[in-house]
């Protein structure tokens, strides 16, 4: 009898650890994930950005880690210049200050999406009165309430304004609903309750370092930089326990099996005091810090990315609830190979030179799995900065790469810097970087970048560049 439970117990373990998957974003390599939700049909969303600037992505997944929908546009995602909250009916509801790389503003963007991704509408705000909306919190039956550090507005499930009041003092950093008459705010140092006229109702200080806000009915529950903090509905003070090991993503985890918090090394639970217990720590990946998590019904999705050399890579990763991780074993070295390179004048009267190189990269496969996709990226060296990196990058796929065979991956003559002075041009370095092999993280980064100095010969038709 003994055998035929442990049978069984196996075999329903089986499923449970096939649902378990993980998936590394690669679009762009300064992709950067920052937030998850779980949504209703079992999917995820996953919240983030693609580049280093104008271009901020929701994406939502299937229970297997697959795109259902995503939107990716120019208004700010989290952060603290945006904010997206969970819908009734599982759609999402957006803020965010318009991102111009260089330039934030003038308005803000408010947009509820229906659970398929539609847009239900969107309303374009500005400044009521010094300050960009970018805060957003969903009220318990009707209304949504959206705020700038000096403002609050006051909205129905359909964008329509309904009041909106004036915050004094300003310096409004968090909202939440405490009821369909009332808000909890953090503004400055201190914690208040306000009804929807601005009054307010009830108040405690707080401090600085306040990163979120829960309330479950009948108490409040604060994060602070070091603690979670616990509140009677009048913000009373009833308790303090330490948590250490936050960082500025660090957020309550609502979930259907109670309230937790992420932290940089671990998932912790709290009880029905806010006494927090570590629930497990992230398992490890290579150059990897997980930023974000979702809890439903025994599953924790975990955000999170990983540097190497400089570019991120996003990851998504769908863990048990006592932390397990599906294992892989991806491992690619890059090496590198310069044919020629040279100098060119830029043109015009400007003494700026652009360096090209024919290149080839090699990637290995050190894994003991066969190898169907692999990015290999360089970045295009610039004397300014810019939203976005310029690259030149091979995303292949459709190979076979078997363990220990290697392949080539030819850039062929490609710019390796822009807008060279003229003391830089005789001399450079050319750097590749492997990334997400199969779309996952990769095991075993420290050969996944390889650099050569290279003399850059300055062209014959180029002799009499301006000096």
Same mark, same amino acid.
């Given at each position: 009898?003994?055998?035929?439970?442990?049978?069984?117990?196996?075999?329903?373990?089986?499923?449970?650890?096939?649902?378990?998957?993980?998936?590394?974003?690669?679009?762009?390599?300064?992709?950067?994930?920052?937030?998850?939700?779980?949504?209703?049909?079992?999917?995820?969303?996953?919240?983030?950005?693609?580049?280093?600037?104008?271009?901020?992505?929701?994406?939502?997944?299937?229970?297997?880690?697959?795109?259902?929908?995503?939107?990716?546009?120019?208004?700010?995602?989290?952060?603290?210049?945006?904010?997206?909250?969970?819908?009734?009916?599982?759609?999402?509801?957006?803020?965010?200050?318009?991102?111009?790389?260089?330039?934030?503003?003038?308005?803000?963007?408010?947009?509820?999406?229906?659970?398929?991704?539609?847009?239900? #509408?969107?309303?374009?705000?500005?400044?009521?009165?010094?300050?960009?909306?970018?805060?957003?919190?969903?009220?318990?039956?009707?209304?949504?309430?959206?705020?700038?550090?000096?403002?609050?507005?006051?909205?129905?499930?359909?964008?329509?304004?309904?009041?909106?009041?004036?915050?004094?003092?300003?310096?409004?950093?968090?909202?939440?609903?405490?009821?369909?008459?009332?808000?909890?705010?953090?503004?400055?140092?201190?914690?208040?309750?306000?009804?929807?006229?601005?009054?307010?109702?009830?108040?405690?200080?707080?401090?600085?370092?306040?990163?979120?806000?829960? #309330?479950?009915?009948?108490?409040?529950?604060?994060?602070?930089?070091?603690?979670?903090?616990?509140?009677?509905?009048?913000?009373?003070?009833?308790?303090?326990?330490?948590?250490?090991?936050?960082?500025?993503?660090?957020?309550?985890?609502?979930?259907?099996?109670?309230?937790?918090?992420?932290?940089?090394?671990?998932?912790?639970?709290?009880?029905?005091?806010?006494?927090?217990?570590?629930?497990?720590?992230?398992?490890?990946?290579?150059?990897?810090?997980?930023?974000?998590?979702?809890?439903?019904?025994?599953?924790?999705?975990?955000?999170?990315?990983?540097?190497?050399?400089?570019?991120?890579?996003?990851?998504?990763?769908?863990?048990?609830?006592?932390?397990?991780?599906?294992?892989?074993?991806?491992?690619?070295?890059?090496?590198?190979?310069?044919?020629?390179?040279?100098?060119?004048?830029?043109?015009?009267?400007?003494?700026? #030179?652009?360096?090209?190189?024919?290149?080839?990269?090699?990637?290995?496969?050190?894994?003991?799995?066969?190898?169907?996709?692999?990015?290999?990226?360089?970045?295009?060296?610039?004397?300014?900065?810019?939203?976005?990196?310029?690259?030149?990058?091979?995303?292949?796929?459709?190979?076979?790469?078997?363990?220990?065979?290697?392949?080539?991956?030819?850039?062929?003559?490609?710019?390796?810097?822009?807008?060279?002075?003229?003391?830089?041009?005789?001399?450079?370095?050319?750097?590749?970087?492997?990334?997400?092999?199969?779309?996952?993280?990769?095991?075993?980064?420290?050969?996944?970048?390889?650099?050569?100095?290279?003399?850059?010969?300055?062209?014959?038709?180029?002799?009499?560049?301006?000096?």
């Amino acid at each position: 009898m003994r055998a035929l439970y442990l049978l069984l117990t196996a075999l329903l373990s089986i499923p449970a650890q096939a649902q378990l998957w993980e998936h590394a974003d690669q679009r762009d390599e300064e992709i950067h994930l920052y937030g998850a939700f779980p949504l209703a049909g079992d999917r995820w969303a996953v919240i983030g950005r693609t580049t280093w600037a104008g271009s901020h992505l929701i994406s939502v997944r299937e229970s297997d880690g697959s795109v259902a929908w995503e939107d990716v546009g120019p208004y700010l995602i989290g952060q603290g210049w945006g904010e997206v909250v969970m819908m009734p009916d599982s759609g999402l509801l957006h803020v965010g200050v318009n991102d111009g790389c260089d330039v934030l503003g003038p308005d803000s963007r408010v947009r509820r999406y229906a659970a398929d991704g539609t847009v239900l #509408w969107e309303r374009f705000l500005y400044p009521m009165f010094t300050s960009t909306p970018t805060m957003a919190a969903k009220g318990i039956v009707d209304h949504i309430a959206i705020a700038s550090s000096d403002s609050v507005h006051i909205m129905d499930l359909n964008g329509m304004s309904v009041g909106g009041f004036e915050v004094p003092s300003n310096g409004v950093r968090k909202i939440h609903w405490a009821s369909d008459s009332s808000l909890f705010m953090l503004q400055g140092t201190d914690l208040r309750l306000i009804d929807l006229d601005g009054i307010v109702l009830a108040s405690s200080p707080i401090g600085p370092g306040v990163r979120d806000i829960h #309330w479950d009915g009948p108490s409040v529950f604060v994060l602070t930089s070091d603690s979670v903090r616990r509140f009677d509905a009048m913000l009373d003070p009833v308790g303090s326990s330490p948590l250490p090991g936050q960082n500025y993503s660090s957020r309550f985890i609502p979930s259907d099996s109670g309230l937790f918090v992420n932290t940089t090394t671990a998932l912790y639970e709290l009880d029905t005091n806010g006494v927090p217990g570590q629930l497990f720590p992230w398992p490890a990946l290579p150059n990897h810090g997980t930023s974000a998590c979702a809890i439903r019904r025994g599953d924790v999705l975990s955000v999170g990315n990983t540097v190497i050399s400089g570019r991120t890579t996003g990851i998504v990763r769908k863990l048990s609830m006592d932390g397990v991780a599906i294992s892989h074993a991806e491992d690619v070295e890059v090496l590198l190979q310069v044919d020629s390179a040279r100098a060119e004048h830029a043109g015009g009267w400007f003494p700026f #030179w652009d360096q090209r190189a024919d290149v080839t990269g090699r990637v290995v496969n050190h894994g003991p799995d066969t190898l169907f996709r692999v990015v290999v990226s360089m970045w295009i060296d610039l004397p300014v900065m810019l939203c976005s990196h310029m690259t030149n990058r091979i995303d292949t796929s459709g190979f076979v790469l078997a363990p220990g065979d290697t392949l080539d991956l030819p850039f062929g003559d490609v710019f390796v810097a822009r807008g060279v002075s003229p003391t830089a041009a005789p001399i450079g370095e050319v750097c590749l970087v492997a990334l997400a092999p199969n779309g996952l993280a990769d095991r075993a980064p420290d050969d996944n970048t390889a650099c050569e100095t290279v003399d850059f010969v300055l062209g014959v038709q180029d002799e009499d560049a301006p000096p």
